[in-house]
Nanobody
Framework: VQLQACGGGSVQVGGCVRL?????????????MGWFRQAPGPGREFVSA???????YYDDFVRGRFTISRDNAKNMVHLQLNNVKWEDASFYYC????????????????????WGQGTLVTVSS
């Protein structure tokens, strides 16, 4: 199983960037997908998730600015970051959660079975 995240880089405050995660080695349609982020310091924090049916969930600090989407034909999940703020600077990780419930998703790190390697977003003025 491989999750390959890309799309990070430097973005200006107020700007936008799109992160993508290519998934292989599993049946993508059987997985809810999530994005987490980790700045220097302890713990990864939940950013967003999308269920098998395409329902979307966000943490409060990104709701209205970030958009998660999935492409089941290409086994990919994306995270569009708009109106980027200084505090969005972080490593972003995609994750896959196998679930038999089409509407299920997770908000905790330990609820996900597979992880990508992370892609770095830096914010500049």
């Amino acid at each position: 199983v491989q999750l390959q995240a890309c799309g990070g880089g430097s973005v200006q405050v107020g700007g936008c960037v799109r992160l993508s995660c290519a998934v292989s080695g599993l049946n993508f349609r059987e997985y809810a997908m999530g994005w987490f982020r980790q700045a220097p310091g302890p713990g990864r924090e939940f950013v967003s998730a999308i269920t098998r049916t395409g329902s979307r969930y966000y943490d409060d600090f990104v709701r209205g600015r970030f958009t998660i989407s999935r492409d089941n034909a290409k086994n990919m999940v994306h995270l569009q970051l708009n109106n980027v703020k200084w505090e969005d600077a972080s490593f972003y990780y995609c994750a896959a959660r196998r679930t038999g419930d089409p509407n299920d998703y997770g908000r905790r790190v330990d609820e996900y079975h597979y992880w990508g390697q992370g892609t770095l977003v830096t914010v500049s003025s």
